[in-house]
């Protein structure tokens, strides 16, 4: 079973997603949080497996939760669940240690699904939040551009070096590791490592021993 802790400032949308999670075999809701900080106590007393996490609350709000709880509670999976697409809220939860990324229009089988993702160590993003990254990315020339961070990934990936390996250099967990591989999968336009890896050596993006 997987323990789920839901945080949202609204509360027919925690009543709503607590509901959906018990008509499943697999997923049980442990609580339900208002804001960032009950959030963060919720997740040291609780253990969830999994926070469902809101963005946009008052006082402290998800960013600042998901960093938190991330670094407070290794074990604990953090999927963002929230109304907006920007690419600077993608890149801050992902920076901040979310797993996945989804929004609440999306359909209850995807929440459901992506839940299940992040807990075997996936990142779903959802395909709305993907273009508005994508289309972030990319210069008028349509010239694809990755974040310093990105690139730093990339460029140790091409070395060979593991996500264990690049999150210790990096001074990150390898969930993290993970999410900004998935960001740099979508924005290249390639499924695996081996394509990334390629692309890095066609483009230049040399590991930083290599200058």
Same mark, same amino acid.
């Given at each position: 079973?997987?323990?789920?802790?839901? $945080? @949202?400032?609204?509360?027919? $949308?925690?009543?709503?997603?607590? *509901?959906?999670?018990?008509?499943? !075999?697999d997923?049980?809701?442990?609580?339900?949080?208002?804001?960032?900080?009950?959030?963060?106590?919720?997740?040291a007393?609780?253990?969830?497996? $999994?926070?469902?996490?809101?963005?946009?609350?008052? @006082?402290?709000?998800?960013? $600042?939760?998901?960093?938190?709880?991330?670094?407070?509670?290794?074990?604990?999976?953090?999927?963002?669940?929230?109304?907006?697409? !920007?690419?600077?809220?993608?890149?801050?939860?992902? @920076? =901040?240690? =979310?797993?996945?990324?989804?929004?609440? !229009?999306s359909?209850?089988?995807?929440?459901?699904?992506?839940?299940?993702?992040?807990?075997?160590?996936?990142?779903?993003l959802?395909?709305? =939040?993907?273009?508005?990254?994508?289309?972030?990315?990319?210069?008028?020339?349509?010239?694809?551009?990755?974040?310093?961070?990105?690139? *730093?990934?990339?460029?140790?990936?091409?070395?060979?070096?593991?996500?264990?390996a690049?999150?210790?250099?990096?001074?990150?967990?390898?969930?993290?590791?993970?999410?900004?591989?998935?960001?740099?999968?979508?924005?290249?336009?390639?499924?695996d490592?081996? *394509?990334?890896?390629?692309?890095? *050596?066609?483009?230049?993006?040399?590991?930083? @021993?290599?200058?």
């Amino acid at each position: 079973m997987i323990r789920v802790l839901i $945080v @949202d400032d609204h509360a027919i $949308v925690r009543t709503g997603l607590y *509901q959906l999670l018990t008509t499943t !075999d697999d997923l049980e809701p442990v609580g339900g949080a208002t804001n960032g900080d009950q959030a963060v106590a919720m997740a040291a007393e609780l253990h969830p497996d $999994v926070v469902l996490m809101d963005l946009s609350m008052p @006082d402290t709000d998800g960013i $600042v939760a998901t960093r938190r709880i991330v670094e407070e509670n290794p074990k604990t999976h953090v999927l963002v669940l929230t109304s907006f697409s !920007d690419p600077s809220r993608i890149r801050a939860a992902v @920076d =901040a240690g =979310a797993e996945g990324y989804l929004l609440k !229009d999306s359909a209850t089988e995807e929440i459901l699904e992506g839940i299940r993702q992040v807990f075997v160590g996936e990142s779903p993003l959802d395909p709305k =939040a993907a273009r508005e990254l994508l289309t972030s990315r990319r210069e008028p020339s349509d010239e694809i551009k990755l974040s310093p961070r990105e690139e *730093q990934v990339l460029r140790m990936l091409s070395a060979g070096l593991s996500n264990r390996a690049i999150a210790r250099r990096l001074g990150i967990t390898e969930r993290t590791v993970k999410a900004h591989l998935t960001r740099v999968f979508q924005i290249l336009g390639v499924t695996d490592r081996t *394509q990334a890896a390629l692309w890095a *050596q066609r483009h230049d993006q040399r590991p930083p @021993d290599q200058g």
